[in-house]
């Protein structure tokens, strides 16, 4: 069982930066991968970055250039370094933790998820 948590969200200027974090905890030893999503009310829930445990990252459409995910130095932990945010980035930003074979997409419902940390860009 793993319970996941994120922080870090608030209300943010367009251009500026945010920090986010997230923590598993429980039985996190067999974790293989952790990935950050977007979910807004009415629409279909967005992949954002995820780090495997072999070091490899992916970056969705909206991060690619922008935004940097990062393994901490414990197993169980993932930041997402936000830069040049804008209005579209707004949006509910929820953690996921698997211990399967992780292929995240924006359809990927598996393993244990966070309640989320809100972000808010402003014109």
């Known amino acids: 069982q793993v319970h996941v948590s994120e922080s870090g969200g608030g209300l943010v200027q367009t251009g500026g930066s945010l920090r986010l974090s997230c923590t598993a905890s429980?039985?996190?030893?067999?974790?293989?991968?952790m990935g950050w999503f977007r979910q807004r009310p009415g629409h279909q829930r967005e992949f954002i970055a995820s780090?495997?445990?072999?070091?490899?990252?992916e970056y969705g459409d909206r991060a690619k250039g922008r935004f940097t995910v990062a393994r901490g130095d414990r197993q169980n932990t993932l930041s997402l370094q936000m830069r040049d945010l804008t209005p579209e980035d707004t949006g509910l930003y929820l953690c996921?933790?698997?211990?399967?074979?992780?292929?995240?997409?924006?359809?990927?419902?598996?393993?244990?998820w966070g309640q989320g940390t809100q972000v808010t860009v402003s014109s």
């Open positions: 996921n933790a698997d211990n399967g074979r992780v292929y995240y997409s924006d359809f990927y419902t598996l393993g244990s």
């Open positions: 780090v495997h445990t072999d070091g490899r990252t």
């Open positions: 429980g039985d996190f030893f067999s974790i293989t991968a």
